[in-house]
């Protein structure tokens, strides 16, 4: 089983060691460690080698657009050289904060489709309250994002996921979907495609029922995914294939 995003360098998370070993036994094999900007980044490259079974992703979050300057795609550029990187994130819309200005973040975020499109990886998105631009920025990008997008923690309208999938994006899903009040996620995963699914946690945050409102980590997937094959009816070895297969796939992991 896969965590495809994690923020395994944040202040709140135990140590690493404690946390992958902890993953590791509860089956969650590999880990993908999410960044927000360019320390996060640089903290996410040095975890994933460290760690075998730790992957990273490198990328300016929209919450912290105004930090983005000349200097931040060379930065990001350089990162992405590094073999565990394997995908531009998180990167988007965030207007339900709205840090930065709506202008800034749609600049920021366009900047770095760029560069993910020039360095042929994938990009992670996270949106937030923002649904309208950020379909509007990815319809008129398409030509650019063959190397593959996630939306991660997807919670956008059904119809958007019809289009989505169309375009043949991925999604992720984590511990909201074991919330009471989430029909909303409980719909998507029983509409989206399968073969387009991952699991993620967003540890520190989002932790599922039985932990929720503790500190996330990794191992917490199980949690998700075991509702998430009880939704799709599915015999929960087979979920966990198909997704596992799915994360390798969009992060182009071979082994
Ligand atoms: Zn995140």
Same mark, same amino acid.
């Given at each position: 089983?896969?965590?495809?995003?994690?923020?395994?360098?944040?202040?709140?998370?135990?140590?690493?060691?404690?946390?992958?070993?902890?993953? !590791?036994?509860?089956?969650?094999?590999?880990?993908?460690?999410?960044?927000?900007?360019?320390?996060?980044?640089?903290?996410?490259?040095?975890?994933?080698?460290?760690?075998?079974?730790?992957?990273?992703?490198?990328?300016?979050?929209?919450?912290? $657009?105004?930090?983005?300057?000349?200097?931040?795609?060379?930065?990001?550029?350089?990162?992405?050289?590094?073999?565990?990187?394997?995908?531009?994130?998180?990167?988007?819309?965030?207007?339900?904060?709205? &840090?930065?200005?709506?202008?800034?973040?749609?600049?920021? &975020?366009?900047?770095?489709?760029?560069? $993910? %499109?020039?360095?042929?990886?994938?990009?992670?998105?996270?949106?937030?309250? *923002?649904?309208?631009?950020?379909?509007?920025?990815?319809? *008129?990008?398409?030509?650019?994002?063959?190397?593959?997008?996630?939306?991660?923690?997807?919670?956008?309208?059904?119809?958007?996921?019809?289009?989505?999938?169309?375009?043949?994006?991925?999604?992720?899903?984590?511990?909201?979907?074991?919330?009471?009040? $989430?029909? %909303?996620?409980?719909?998507?995963?029983?509409?989206?495609?399968?073969?387009?699914?991952?699991?993620?946690?967003?540890?520190?945050?989002?932790?599922?029922?039985?932990?929720?409102?503790?500190?996330?980590?990794?191992? !917490?997937?199980?949690?998700? $995914?075991?509702?998430?094959?009880?939704?799709?009816?599915?015999?929960?070895?087979?979920?966990?294939?198909?997704?596992?297969?799915?994360?390798?796939?969009? &992060?182009?992991?071979?082994?």
């Amino acid at each position: 089983m896969i965590d495809t995003h994690a923020h395994l360098q944040d202040e709140k998370m135990l140590p690493c060691d404690v946390v992958i070993e902890n993953a !590791n036994k509860a089956g969650v094999n590999k880990i993908i460690c999410s960044s927000s900007d360019i320390e996060t980044s640089k903290k996410a490259v040095l975890i994933a080698n460290n760690y075998e079974c730790v992957y990273a992703t490198v990328g300016v979050h929209p919450e912290e $657009a105004n930090t983005f300057n000349e200097t931040s795609l060379k930065e990001l550029e350089k990162l992405a050289e590094d073999k565990k990187v394997v995908a531009i994130g998180e990167i988007g819309l965030d207007y339900h904060y709205e &840090f930065a200005t709506r202008e800034t973040q749609k600049s920021v &975020f366009i900047k770095q489709i760029n560069l $993910a %499109n020039k360095l042929g990886l994938p990009i992670v998105i996270h949106t937030r309250d *923002a649904s309208g631009d950020t379909m509007e920025i990815l319809r *008129a990008n398409l030509d650019k994002l063959k190397n593959g997008v996630c939306i991660h923690c997807f919670n956008m309208s059904l119809e958007i996921l019809k289009e989505i999938m169309g375009y043949g994006f991925y999604i992720s899903i984590g511990g909201i979907v074991t919330f009471n009040n $989430a029909k %909303n996620v409980l719909d998507i995963v029983k509409a989206c495609d399968i073969n387009r699914l991952m699991l993620e946690t967003d540890s520190p945050y989002i932790s599922p029922v039985p932990f929720r409102g503790g500190i996330n980590e990794p191992k !917490n997937v199980v949690y998700s $995914a075991k509702k998430m094959a009880e939704l799709r009816e599915m015999l929960f070895e087979d979920f966990d294939k198909i997704t596992t297969d799915n994360a390798m796939r969009f &992060f182009n992991i071979k082994d």
